[in-house]
């Protein structure tokens, strides 16, 4: 069964650094979105992406924050200066058309910054 | 936005017990999604539900779409233990993002 693969699976970084995750959707999606979840809570929307330009975004999702999709098939999430509190599980998901309501996400990426 | 609140926020039970959690909002939503989530895993939808007062069944999971709009349940019956997980409501916000409730964790004792 296709599904959404993310990797690093847990990167730690210094506070500062630059991160950038990896997503590779399923193959035939055409809305790419990144969700964030801190531990123990909520998973919260951060950014979609349709048609190679972001259609939506949330507050969480600043200036140092970015997405890109370089080829056809991979969708990455840079933070370009790391801060303590975006320490969270990022995860990747995607869909092929809007209105289910149903997203595949992938198993996340942890992202520690110490 | 709209906010999800689900109760209870954990729960702890025997394997073979009935679960039942519900999700309110303040606001109304057209769709009502319950996704679940494993230790270490992304969420999994379990159930769409897209109109008001439907019922739905996903083997031993029912869900509910409530006649306000502004509620859902989710039941399990028998549960065993790969049922153990965090179970999250979600709704649409606007065309592009959902909004997720903070889940309702469940742990079965053997």
């Known amino acids: 069964e296709p599904e959404v693969t993310q990797t690093p699976s847990h990167q730690v970084t210094q506070m500062g650094q630059e991160v950038i995750l990896r997503c590779v959707p399923i193959?035939?999606?055409?809305?790419f979105y990144w969700y964030r979840q801190i531990l123990g809570q909520k998973v919260e929307f951060l950014v979609s992406?349709?048609?190679?330009?972001?259609?939506?975004k949330s507050e969480i999702f600043d200036d140092q924050f970015s997405v890109e999709r370089p080829d056809g098939s991979n969708f990455t999430l840079k933070i370009r200066s790391t801060k303590l509190e975006d320490s969270a599980m990022y995860f990747c998901?995607?869909?092929?058309?809007?209105?289910?309501?149903?997203?595949?996400f992938g198993e996340g990426s942890r992202l520690t910054v110490l | 936005g709209q906010q999800l609140n689900q109760s209870p926020q954990s729960m702890f039970i025997q394997e073979g017990e009935d679960v039942s959690m519900n999700c309110t909002s303040s606001?109304?939503?057209?769709?009502w999604l319950w996704y679940k989530q494993d230790p270490g895993e992304g969420p999994v939808l379990l159930i769409a539900l897209y109109k008001a007062g439907e019922l739905t069944s996903n083997g031993r999971l029912t869900a509910q779409f409530g006649i306000t709009r502004k509620d859902s349940f989710l039941n399990i019956s028998a549960s065993i233990p790969s049922d153990v997980g965090i179970y999250f409501c979600?709704?649409?916000?606007?065309?592009?993002?959902?909004?997720f409730g903070q889940g309702t964790r469940l742990t079965i004792n053997p």
């Open positions: 992406f349709y048609n190679n330009e972001i259609s939506e």
């Open positions: 193959s035939n999606h055409l809305y």
């Open positions: 606001s109304i939503f057209n769709t």
């Open positions: 979600a709704g649409p916000q606007g065309a592009q993002k959902l909004v």
């Open positions: 998901a995607s869909t092929r058309e809007l209105g289910t309501g149903e997203l595949f």
